[in-house]
């Protein structure tokens, strides 16, 4: 492309953004190290390292993480299962219905969370189902099946069928071609899947709020402290959960480039 | 999106043919376990949210179906300021989160030469911050004693007992830097794929960068603009959080109300009403936005 004497002010633009975009995790970050005991965690009072050297002091953060944990594992797993068999099923066969389906499965994606989470409170309300812990990750399997879907289909579009036919000419059953060939060349997507759903469910709160009864996830946890104050462990969880994921994200980037670069290399 | 099977050799055996009967099989096999969760949770609660917004009665004497149509005329009498809101804040969202996104996307997708990928993981890093935390920091930020509302005081634009916290303004900076990431994302998809040969071949025919621009890269990145418009959109118009932490009662937008009348003041039937129409409403957002540009797939 050409590139003229203004050729600064793109790049300069996209750094402004992103700093934009970092801002407020500066912000929360900043604040894990101030001094303050109790109350609105929102003057700067001072450095401390306090908050950091004692992170289980709020018994309940602690809960409402491994709760959620729970609920993110449980939801993603369900749902890529069921997307991955909707994705294989888009993909390599056509039957009728077809689009339909495909309309079908973009509804949720674009109902809002709001009507989601208050459409499923309705038919819990007139069954009579007290919400709690099975009705959030009901909730959270119903939001990631799209997601899984849309992440699998979009990796399976592009393998070779050519393979899976070798495998069947070679008297492989249809079971064994898909352990042995099918799902080795899709696990990339299917993993994807997973941690799409894993991060939605961990991190949701509109739909959770509507059905969790009184079961605290993390999000809604941050929300009922948020009215009387967050205590600075929360920053300082939500700074360490920050840190690790980004770490795994960089790690897994450098394995997917590595690998890259090699297979360019044959 | 179309993908063809492979065209059958010719001369088949009668072990192929059923093979290929037990094949037409399978892909309602597949589809069944996750299209069933998705009518029984999905499908089934929208009809009992309608269900619910038709009957009358309350908490201690129970709620009687009996076509109750005075749930949906309050909607747009009572709660006619926070539909509006909604439609509105939503739509300025949509623009300013759009304004902010594309050149973002473009000099990523254009400029970010070797560290594309950097990029991106930058862009979508901040995600990995639960979301509540982040919009909860804009309120430090937006303090009344912080550098912004001073800086825009000191200037002039605010008046010096001005203020950005519990404004609709603060309200629509936080949805636009919530949904910031996923309006750049499917932009800066749709730009990576455009062939640079085309732009070049613009260029060869004397177009002047604009032109280029608005005559093929625009275009071209046409689906990912209306992807991520829907993206924001959707989302902000049933928002309900940046109000509750930014604004204040005054900002109330359809999201609030529900949220409010379902687990709070427990009005069922009326917070069903609202519901009901606040997805009804975006869905016709939704569709005049996409005629307005222009597209037909939205599903592929």
Known sequence: MRRSRSGWVLPAYMWLVLIYLFLPVFVVIAFSFNDINRGFNVVWQGFTIRHWLDPFRVPDIVESLGTSLVIAFLSAAVATVLGTLIALALVRYRFRGRSTTNVFLFLPMATPEVVLGSSLLALFITLRVATGFWTIVIAHILFNISYAVVTVRARITGFDRHLEEAAMDLYSDEWNTFRRVTLPMILPGVLAAFMLGFALSFDDFIITNFNSGTVQTWPMYVWGASRRGIPPQVNVWATAIFILTTVAMFVNLRIQGRRAARSADV | ?300
């Open chain 2, 1 to 300: 999106m179309t993908v063809e099977l492979a065209p059958p050799p010719p001369g088949r055996s009668a072990a192929a043919d059923r093979a290929e009967t037990r094949r037409r099989r399978v892909p309602y096999l597949l589809l069944a376990p996750g299209l069933v969760w998705l009518f029984i949770f999905y499908v089934i609660p929208l009809f009992q949210l309608l269900r619910m917004a038709l009957t009358t009665g309350n908490l201690q004497a129970g709620y009687v179906f009996d076509w109750v149509w005075e749930n949906f005329t309050q909607v747009f009498t009572t709660y006619q300021p926070q539909l509006l809101r909604s439609l509105v804040f939503a739509l300025a969202t949509t623009m300013i989160t759009l304004l902010i996104a594309y050149p973002l996307a473009y000099a990523i997708a254009f400029r970010g030469g070797r560290y594309q990928s950097l990029f991106l993981l930058l862009l979508l890093m901040p995600l990995l911050f639960p979301f509540l935390m982040r919009t909860l920091a804009w309120r430090i930020i937006l303090a009344d004693q912080g550098v912004v509302v001073q800086t825009l005081q000191n200037i002039g634009l605010l008046p010096s007992n001005g203020r950005l916290l519990a404004t609709g303004w603060a309200v629509v900076a936080g949805l636009v830097y919530n949904f910031l990431p996923f309006m750049a994302l499917p932009i800066y998809v749709s730009l990576e794929k455009i062939d640079n040969r085309l732009i070049e071949a613009a260029n060869d025919l004397y177009s002047t960068p604009f032109t280029a621009f608005r005559k093929v890269t625009l275009p071209l990145s046409m689906p990912g603009v209306i992807s991520g418009s829907l993206l924001t959109m959707i989302p902000a118009a049933g928002d309900y959080v940046n109000v509750e932490l930014l604004g204040n009662p005054q900002q109330a937008m359809m999201g609030n109300v529900v949220q409010n009348k379902f687990l709070n003041i427990i009005d069922y039937p009326a917070a069903a009403a609202i519901s009901f129409t606040l997805m009804v409403a975006i869905v016709i957002l939704v569709l005049v936005y996409v005629r307005s540009v222009g597209t037909e797939d939205l599903v592929a």
